[in-house]
């Protein structure tokens, strides 16, 4: 019998040993399951973050790009936009100079023909003098006459 118990005594033994492997209670499997599901959240988290960061960086380099292209395009606009105010405001300082060539030569005419009229009236005024110096003789000379055959008739 002593053999008997020897043999009950080891496959206690070799029990024990496997309980050991395994966990003998409820929370210990728990505790297992909740630090690997807390390790897949975990991963799944860094996942999705990795994810949401991926597509952020993607959004943010085309979000960049369709930005660069607008500016690009937008200073090709400008640039346009410029040169033909450019050209407008060359064009209408172009027209501004010849007209005011134009109005500069008008003016010149003008008082060429001002100094003209002025010696024109000049002359004029010494003659109408001259007129008037020679009409007042001889208004004088015939009031004279005039005065002088008065005289005679009375005498």
């Known amino acids: 019998m002593p053999d008997h118990r020897l043999g009950q005594f080891k496959k206690q033994k070799v029990e024990d040993d496997a309980e050991s492997d395994f966990p003998t209670s409820q929370q210990s499997n728990d505790s297992e399951e909740q630090q690997m599901i807390k390790a897949i959240e975990q991963q ?9 960061a991926e597509r952020e960086k993607k959004f943010l380099d085309m979000a960049k790009k369709k930005l660069n ?3 690009v395009k937008s200073s090709g606009d400008i640039r346009e936009a410029c040169q033909a105010v450019d050209e407008v405001y ?7 100079a010849v007209i005011e060539d134009k109005i500069d030569a008008k003016l010149a005419k003008i008082h ?26 001889v208004r004088e000379s015939a009031l004279g006459k005039t005065k002088a055959a008065c005289k005679g008739i009375q005498l």
């Open 44 to 52: 799944y988290a860094a996942a999705r973050e990795k994810k949401r």
């Open 69 to 71: 292209e607008d500016l």
């Open 90 to 96: 060359n064009a209408f300082l172009n027209d501004y």
């Open 112 to 137: 060429e023909l001002e100094d003209k009229l002025a010696k024109v009236v000049a002359q004029r005024h010494k003659a109408d003098e001259e007129l008037v110096r020679t009409q007042i003789q």
